[in-house]
C-alpha cells in the first residue's frame, strides 16, 4: 500500500503523452501535499523504442510498469491487450488508494485503465479531451475516456464546448492550451551541426520529417496515401528524409516495414524508434516541411514556424493552423504542388505569422493550481449536464 494523503497516480503509454505529461509530473511532485505515482505501459515497452530511457534520463521515479504483450498488428491482437489492460490495472488499483488519476488522450492503453480506476471509484483528470480525429479509432476512444472523468482539461475553447455537448459538468472543465507548446519557442534545441551527430544523419539542401500513422477508419488503413509517398521520393537521391516510428494501431508494423525496406534503398533517409522532445523539435527546425497525418503536425509544429503536408482523414476535424497544408487523396502531382507551395515566400510568410490554435500561456502553471485545488472528497457519482436550448 502506498502511503496516505492526496495520491495521485498519472500514467504514460507513449512518448507522445509523456512530453505533455512530464511538466506535470514534474510540477506535482514538487507540491508536499501530493503523492505522485507514475505508472508506465503501452509502446513504452517496444523493443525498437527507447521511450522508457528518456524517462528515466528525467529522473521520474517509475511506481509500476504495465507490460502488455503486443505480438502483431491486428485488430485481435488490439482488443487482447485492451482486455489484458483493464486486469493488470485493475490489480494495481485493487491494492493502491488513489484519490485522483490523470491521464491524457486517446490511446486504447489508457482506455484500459480508465475502465479499471472507474470500478474503484477513482476520480479521473483527463487532458485534451473534446478533440476530433475522425479518421482513427482514436475519437471513439477519446469521448469515452472523457464520459468516465470527472475532470477535463481542453486544449482550446472550441473543445471545451464540445466537452460541454458530451454531457460534463461546466464547473469541471477548463481551457488550459497544451503542456508540448507553452515553451516550444523557449527550448534550447541542437543546432543543425550538432543534430547531425547526435543522429548520424547528413541533412542535405533539402528535408523533410515524415511522421504517418494507420489510418484506422480507412479501408486500406491509409497504406495506399503512404505507398505514394515513398514513391514520389524513392527517385529523389538529394533530399534527405527522416522518418518517425508509427503509432502502434492495426497495420503498424505493416508501415515499419514499408519505412525499413525504404532506408535500405535510400541512403538518403533513417527511420528513428524514438527521438525525444529536443531532438524532435530540433530535426522540426531544420527541415523544410513535416509530411504525414501526426497530431503533432498540428499541435506542436506550427509554434515552431514550419510548414506541415497533412496527409488523409486521419486529423479530419482537428483544429489546424494557417501553415498546414491539407491533401485529403495523395497523388505524386498534388504532393509536388504543395511541396512546391511550402517555397513561396507568401506562404512562408504565413507561417511566420499564423497562431497555434493550441497555445495558451501558463499553460503546466495553471493546471497545477486547479488542482491543487481540487476538492477530492467531494468527488460525487457524475450527473449529465444536459444543454440549455430546443434540441429536436
Known amino acids: 500500500m502506498i502511503k496516505s494523503g492526496k495520491n495521485i497516480c498519472i500514467i504514460t503509454g507513449s512518448r507522445a503523452d509523456y512530453d505533455l505529461l512530464k511538466p506535470i509530473i514534474k510540477g506535482l511532485s514538487k507540491i508536499k501535499k501530493f503523492n505522485v505515482k507514475t505508472i508506465i505501459t503501452g509502446s513504452h515497452f517496444i523493443k525498437f523504442q527507447t521511450s522508457i530511457n528518456l524517462i528515466?534520463?528525467?529522473?521520474?521515479k517509475i511506481f509500476r510498469e504495465i507490460k502488455v504483450p503486443y505480438k502483431n498488428d491486428s485488430n485481435s491482437?488490439?482488443?487482447?491487450?485492451?482486455?489484458?489492460?483493464?486486469?493488470?490495472?485493475?490489480?494495481?488499483f485493487k491494492k493502491n488508494k488513489f484519490d485522483l488519476l490523470i491521464v491524457l488522450?486517446?490511446?486504447y492503453e489508457i482506455f484500459s485503465a480508465v475502465i479499471s480506476a472507474s470500478f474503484y471509484r477513482i476520480p479521473i483528470a483527463h487532458l485534451s479531451g473534446g478533440e476530433v480525429t475522425e479518421g482513427a479509432i482514436d475519437e471513439s476512444l477519446r469521448?469515452?475516456?472523457?464520459?468516465?472523468?470527472?475532470?477535463?482539461?481542453?486544449s482550446n475553447q472550441v473543445y471545451l464546448k464540445r466537452i460541454k455537448q458530451l454531457g460534463e459538468n461546466p464547473k469541471n472543465i477548463f481551457h488550459v492550451g497544451s503542456t508540448t507548446?507553452?515553451?516550444?519557442?523557449?527550448?534550447?534545441?541542437?543546432?543543425?551541426?550538432?543534430?547531425?551527430?547526435?543522429?548520424?544523419?547528413?541533412?542535405k539542401q533539402e528535408n523533410y520529417l515524415?511522421?504517418?500513422?494507420?489510418?484506422?477508419?480507412?479501408?486500406?488503413?491509409?497504406?495506399?496515401?503512404?505507398?505514394?509517398?515513398?514513391?514520389?521520393?524513392?527517385?529523389?537521391?538529394?533530399?534527405?528524409?527522416?522518418?518517425?516510428?508509427?503509432n502502434s494501431d492495426t497495420k503498424n508494423f505493416f508501415i515499419s516495414k514499408m519505412i525499413k525496406k525504404f532506408i535500405k534503398k535510400n541512403k538518403n533517409s533513417k527511420y528513428y524508434g524514438s527521438?525525444?522532445?529536443?531532438?524532435y523539435f530540433s530535426v522540426i527546425k531544420n527541415v523544410d516541411a513535416v509530411i504525414g497525418n501526426s497530431s503533432s503536425g498540428l499541435s506542436e509544429v506550427p509554434s515552431l514556424k514550419r510548414p506541415t503536408i497533412n496527409i488523409g482523414t486521419r486529423q479530419k476535424g482537428r483544429l489546424r493552423s494557417k501553415s498546414v497544408i491539407d491533401i485529403k487523396k495523395v497523388t505524386s502531382k498534388n504532393l509536388k504542388d504543395s511541396l512546391k507551395k511550402i517555397k513561396n515566400k507568401k506562404f512562408l510568410r504565413l507561417v511566420n505569422s499564423s497562431?497555434?490554435?493550441?497555445?495558451?500561456?501558463?499553460?503546466?502553471?495553471?493546471?497545477?493550481?486547479?488542482?491543487?485545488?481540487?476538492?477530492?472528497?467531494?468527488v460525487n457519482q457524475k450527473k449529465f449536464f444536459d444543454m440549455k436550448g430546443n434540441f429536436k
Do not use: C, M, W
Request: hydrophobic letters at 35%.
Open 181 to 203: 507548446v507553452e515553451n516550444v519557442n523557449k527550448e534550447k534545441l541542437y543546432s543543425r551541426k550538432d543534430l547531425e551527430k547526435k543522429l548520424n544523419f547528413d541533412f
Open 77 to 92: 491482437t488490439i482488443l487482447k491487450s485492451i482486455s489484458l489492460g483493464i486486469e493488470k490495472f485493475d490489480e494495481i
Open 355 to 378: 497562431r497555434n490554435p493550441y497555445f495558451k500561456s501558463n499553460t503546466t502553471k495553471n493546471i497545477l493550481k486547479i488542482i491543487r485545488n481540487l476538492n477530492l472528497k467531494k
Open 275 to 279: 527521438l525525444g522532445r529536443i531532438k
Open 56 to 60: 528515466k534520463k528525467d529522473r521520474i
Open 105 to 107: 488522450g486517446d490511446r
Open 143 to 154: 469521448h469515452s475516456i472523457t464520459k468516465f472523468s470527472t475532470f477535463h482539461f481542453a
Open 210 to 246: 515524415i511522421t504517418f500513422h494507420p489510418v484506422t477508419f480507412q479501408e486500406d488503413y491509409g497504406l495506399r496515401d503512404f505507398k505514394t509517398i515513398l514513391s514520389y521520393f524513392e527517385k529523389r537521391k538529394n533530399i534527405g528524409i527522416i522518418f518517425t516510428i508509427p
